[in-house]
């Protein structure tokens, strides 16, 4: 049974005057906020996502951090990705609870016509490397990169390869396949026919 009060002063006074018995019944309240069906979220861990095949018409950022919630809590988006500058994959830091990040998802617009993105989690790193001894966030990404020369945008990918490095955290970078990984180990076709 849920019973709704007028105030929180009120419901805490109700709190105060458990347990309440009437007729032979003992009744205990339960704050809403401490029922076995809530969870603490804990995000412990950063993550650095490109996502290719972004649709044009959510780069805005409300919408960005809208579309990836259900993963975590976008901590900042490359400006590059949102100024118009460069638009061939969506970069952003997310924090996570757990060190995994989907590789593709789904987008379900209300007009109905969805998109299947791919990510790729770039570095993952735990989440208190990226705030100063104060608690401030230690800004990933940096402002976009300036017009070269007055001839257009610059590149921004040797700026994102820079700022992506993690140097402070190798042993979280993802390996590099060598040929031996990605091909299986081949046995000659005469010892495997026992010839």
Known sequence: MLLRFCSAFGREVAMGLQPITYNGTTVRLERQEETDN????VPNWLALVHVWDFPEE?????????????????MEIDLECLTGNDRSSLCFVIELVMPRVPYRIGIHPRSGRGAVVHLNAMEIWPRVKQFDGMGAWIPFFGPPAAPQGGAGPASSRSRRHFLGQLHHLPHLRQPKPTPSTLLPSLVPLSSALGS
């Open 38 to 41: 809530r969870f603490l979220r």
């Open 58 to 74: 959510h780069w805005d950022e409300g919408k960005v951090r809208a579309v990836f919630s259900y993963i975590g809590s976008i």
